[in-house]
């Protein structure tokens, strides 16, 4: 499910899970998708049921939320999203599975949303890549000097760096790691 955030824009209660092609991009109880658990390829980017990325990179993530008519939380609705949620600590341990830590959740019943596992951002900033073209697409083209795309919110061992308005902006498109995850974000449409 989702929650509107702010009377704004909708937002993923939960962490993005391993099966999300049958269990949507929210769904309590969950393995959680993160580089030691990658999510399953969508079928409009050549998956089936079975196949899965090798690990959750940017990229990779970026496809999983556009396969569901969704993107990436930028910065602003990131912090928007996780606003009351507890500031300045972690859960010291790596959750695993989506389900409710109080602590945790945002005023807009985003759950996990700081302090568990990091989530990409759409936005790049911070230093550029390298100087020349680089292969770093998994063989989808190359970059030239592409910025670092945003992780945010804190992972589950990062104790006073997570909150609402935690970001880095050190870490290459291709980075992976057990603690970074997904979550979705779209517009919030009025219809006449």
């Known amino acids: 499910g989702m929650t ?19 269990d949507g991009t929210s769904k309590y109880g969950v393995t959680i ?18 196949l899965t990325y090798s690990s959750l990179n940017w990229w990779e993530a970026a496809e999983v939320m556009q396969a569901h008519g969704k993107q990436l939380p930028s910065y602003a609705e990131f912090s928007a999203l996780a606003y009351g949620t507890t ?3 972690s859960m010291g341990s790596d959750p695993r599975t989506t389900g409710l830590q109080a602590k945790y959740t945002s005023r807009w019943g985003v759950i996990q949303a700081t302090g568990c596992m990091y989530v990409w951002g759409r936005d790049f900033g911070g230093s550029h890549g390298s100087s020349s073209w680089a292969a770093n ?20 061992n ?3 760096y997570s909150g609402s308005r935690c970001s880095g902006w050190n870490n290459a498109p291709v980075y992976v790691a057990s603690h970074t995850s997904a979550r979705g974000v779209c517009a919030h449409r009025l219809l006449p």
């Open 33 to 50: 998708a993160d580089g030691a658990s990658p999510p399953k390829i969508p079928a409009q980017f050549a998956g089936d049921v079975s």
């Open 4 to 22: 509107l955030v702010a009377d704004s824009f909708w937002a993923d209660i939960y962490l993005l899970g391993v099966n999300h092609n049958t």
């Open 87 to 89: 500031e300045n600590e």
């Open 137 to 156: 697409t998994g063989g989808r083209g190359s970059t030239y000097q592409l910025s670092n795309a945003v992780i945010l919110g804190g992972a589950w």
């Open 158 to 160: 990062d104790r006073s």
